[in-house]
């Protein structure tokens, strides 16, 4: 008989012997062409399994957490592994598509630049510029609280404009923590996505504190009167219930619709917006220009001081970006959703600030409830309730804008393993990331629960700058490195320049912060700052264009904000160094022992999957 043209005999075994691989060839591309349909079948019905599950498997499917033994194994390989992740960089299309999988079912695109642009306003203009602004203005800078928020919004716009290149080429849910596992890394990314949880969690928390204060002067009480007063250390020793309730609703509506939550953002945002043009026409009509000297009563230290905590006023911008994902047009919509919001807020907070201190004398500040109680003060007691009124819709809309972008990050970062994959999963029919969510919430309601405004503030103020230090590194890598075409030498270029700008901007800041007044070092520090980035400017040639939109004046404003981050880092007090130094010993901890084996055993994976085709191709399948 034949097959496939050959002739055989059923007692010509030599014929026999030489069908077999072409018969065991067919039989496995068979099985491969059924698999790959399955697999079709299944991006069509995206989940076949319940969303709410909780076995080993959904939080820890990786190898090296099979079973005991081989956890043991992976620990005892703990170094190798290291080595192997610390400069592991991801790609582009690995980050848009390959981790998205990980989530079962896509978010839905459904934003616009309208959107953002409100969003932008909702997830800003909150606690930081209604509480922030007067508790600096009376304890460290006066009136030159407007000069803080001047260095700080200069720092925020040229993090903004990192941020919104990386968003319109890399347009994904993870934010900062994707754009540098492109560009610096894995552990790198690791380091920032601890910071980033630290950030979800405090920022949340902190605003859940500053709504329940804001409450009570609407109630007409006393700012701690709503917390239960215990025998606690101090600062964590005012329990807030109603902290925890605001949290959990905010939550729930995230959680049902992103373009619900968008609705009621812009309605919010809207009343807000009148309250606060309220707030500056109002507040320049009781102004008396003697409130305002001594202008600076602590010194520019105070001033730089100051700029360091209310920088948290402009915190929440990066959640933005990462609503990439779900934005129609991520080209055309994140720039003007970002850059567009954050010119007008920056110019609001400056103006409300000046309002505040020219109405009411720097020292006279209520630090809890600053405007309502300087507008009681100039006889005006039922605006008072107006600004209490605009400031609680305010926090209100951080937090809603905020358990969005938050859970947009945990979810980008369980895609990675970084940490377990059940918060990557986004729900079929609301088609948000409900588990992760959960997770923000329910320690951000514990730690509101507890702790006071001012230790969150600090530490987060540490957090923020940190994250916006390295996308500003991680942009002026993406320009200049590109793997497989940079010359080996241009690299190590590019490393020693970046190291003389941080180690530059590093002594800055400790020589402001060792001694204000002193000029000695910064004779060494600022020149050393100027060559390292001239010469990266004249010495290397960049390799990448972007695409759409880029950031002007490669290196120098990517420099610039390494530098006045690292500044702004350095006016901090020792304490909020301290929390988080334990904050990423605790970090490193948890990466030696579950993050890195994850993270691990899931690039393998995917490597392996990348090189069967050849491996099969090598050994003749499909070559028949």
């Not at 981790?99 to 606690?127: H, P, Q, T, Y």
């Not at 754009?179 to 859940?208: K, S």
């Not at 010194?299 to 360091?308: I, L, S, T």
């Amino acid at each position: 008989m034949k097959v496939d043209g050959f002739q055989c005999e059923s007692h010509n075994h030599p014929s026999l012997l030489m069908i077999f691989p072409y018969v065991w060839n067919l039989a496995f591309l068979i099985s491969k062409s059924e698999m790959a349909s399955s697999e079709n079948m299944g991006d069509q019905q995206i989940q076949p399994q319940s969303y709410w599950r909780w076995s080993k498997q959904d939080f820890f499917p990786e190898e090296s957490f099979r079973d005991w033994g081989t956890y043991r194994y992976a620990l005892s390989h703990t170094y190798s592994r290291f080595k192997d992740r610390l400069l592991t960089r991801s790609q582009d299309s690995d980050e848009i598509h390959k981790l998205r999988k990980e989530s079962e079912n896509d978010m839905k695109r459904c934003l616009n630049w309208w959107d953002l642009m409100w969003f932008g306003f909702g997830a800003v203009i909150g606690a930081g510029i209604f509480v922030l602004t007067g508790q600096e203005a009376r304890n460290n800078a006066g009136p030159a609280i407007v000069l803080s928020y001047v260095a700080s919004g200069v720092s925020a716009m040229l993090s903004v404009f990192c941020y919104t290149e990386f968003a319109i080429e890399i347009p994904v849910a993870g934010g900062s923590f994707a754009y540098l596992r492109v560009e610096l890394g894995d552990f790198a990314a690791f380091i920032t996505a601890g910071n980033i949880i630290l950030e979800c969690i405090l920022g949340g928390a902190a605003v859940a504190r500053s709504w329940t204060s804001y409450f009570t002067t609407l109630l007409n009480r006393e700012s701690n009167s709503l917390r239960i007063q215990t025998d606690l250390a101090e600062g964590y020793n005012l329990l807030d219930p109603i902290a925890v309730v605001v949290l959990v609703i905010a939550a729930t509506i995230a959680i049902t619709s992103t373009r619900s939550t968008s609705y009621l953002n812009w309605i919010a945002s809207a009343i807000n917006t009148v309250i606060i043009l309220f707030v500056i026409i109002v507040g320049f009509s009781h102004a008396d220009t003697s409130n305002m000297k001594p202008f600076t009563p602590y010194g520019a230290e105070g001033v730089f001081r100051a700029a360091a905590i209310v920088y948290f006023a402009y915190g929440g911008f990066d959640t933005i970006a990462t609503m990439a994902e779900e934005t129609k047009n991520p080209s055309r919509d994140i720039p003007l959703g970002l850059l567009g919001s954050m010119s007008i807020i920056t110019i609001i907070y400056c103006l409300m600030a000046l309002s505040l201190t020219m109405m009411q004398k720097y020292s006279d500040i209520d630090p809890n409830a600053a405007y309502p109680v300087a507008f009681e003060r100039v006889g005006m007691k039922w605006a008072k309730y107006v600004v209490a009124l605009g400031a609680l819709k305010g926090m209100t809309t951080v937090l809603l804008v905020g358990a969005l972008g938050q859970a947009r990050y945990i979810t980008h970062i369980a895609r990675a393993h970084m940490i377990p994959p059940w918060f990557a999963l986004v729900h079929p029919k609301t088609k948000t990331p409900i588990n992760a969510t959960l997770l923000v919430t329910i320690c951000s309601a514990f730690i509101a629960f507890f702790s006071s405004l001012d230790i969150l503030a600090n530490l987060l103020s540490v957090s923020t700058l940190f994250i916006f230090m390295m996308m500003a590194v991680a942009l002026i890598v993406r320009r200049y490195y590109v793997k497989g075409v940079t010359p080996r030498a241009n690299l190590l270029k590019l490393v020693g320049f970046l190291l003389i700008i941080i180690g530059a901007s590093m002594g800055t800041s400790a020589c402001w912060g060792l001694d204000p007044s002193g000029w000695v070092g910064y004779t060494v520090t600022v020149p050393l700052w100027f060559i390292g980035t001239l010469g990266m400017a004249v010495v290397l040639r960049q390799q990448r264009s972007p695409k759409v939109w880029g950031v002007p004046m490669v290196p120098w404003l990517p420099s610039l904000s390494i530098a006045t981050n690292l500044f702004l880092m350095g006016s901090l007090g020792y304490e909020a160094f301290i929390r988080f130094g334990i904050c990423t010993v605790i970090m490193l901890l948890y990466y030696v022992l579950f993050g890195l084996h994850a993270t691990y055993d899931m690039a393998h994976r995917q490597s392996e999957s990348e090189l069967k085709p050849t491996i099969l191709e090598e050994d003749g399948v499909g070559k028949a």
